[in-house]
């Protein structure tokens, strides 16, 4: 099992950036490692944002290509989460998550065993 804890959440006006970290208690490697973002808006469901392999393969969700950014630092065992362009609806509890092995499916939740309390992100219009 590993610890997760997020950072980086806040308020930001739409167009705004900000950059979510993940520190794990352990190193999280190899090419089956996972390590994703999930995000939940308030009353709606989980939602996969970005998935990172220990190899540095990424994978996006739709509504967030070309606007966020999945990388990792294995040197400081953390994840971040680059968010550029940002829009209301980005608006969620973020929450980093890790498992190992994954061979697909690397946004679904079920496929995650270790989650961080999350971080909140407000977008205003």
């Known amino acids: 099992q590993v610890q997760l804890v997020e950072s980086g959440g806040g308020s930001v006006q739409a167009g705004g950036s900000l950059r979510l970290s993940c520190v794990a208690s352990?190193?999280?490697?190899?090419?089956?490692?996972?390590m994703a973002w999930f995000r939940q808006p308030p009353g709606k469901e989980r939602e996969g944002v970005a998935a990172?392999?220990?190899?540095?393969?990424?994978a996006y969700g739709d509504s967030v290509k070309g606007r966020f950014t999945i990388s990792r630092d294995a040197t400081k065992n953390t994840l971040y989460l680059q968010m550029n362009s940002l829009k209301p609806e980005d608006t969620a509890l973020y929450s980093c998550?890790?498992?190992?092995?994954?061979?697909?499916?690397?946004?679904?939740?079920?496929?995650?065993?270790?989650w961080g309390q999350g971080t909140q992100v407000t977008v205003s219009s």
């Open positions: 998550a890790a498992a190992a092995p994954i061979y697909s499916d690397y946004l679904s939740a079920y496929k995650y065993n270790d």
């Open positions: 352990r190193l999280i490697g190899g090419p089956t490692a996972y």
């Open positions: 990172i392999s220990g190899l540095g393969n990424a």
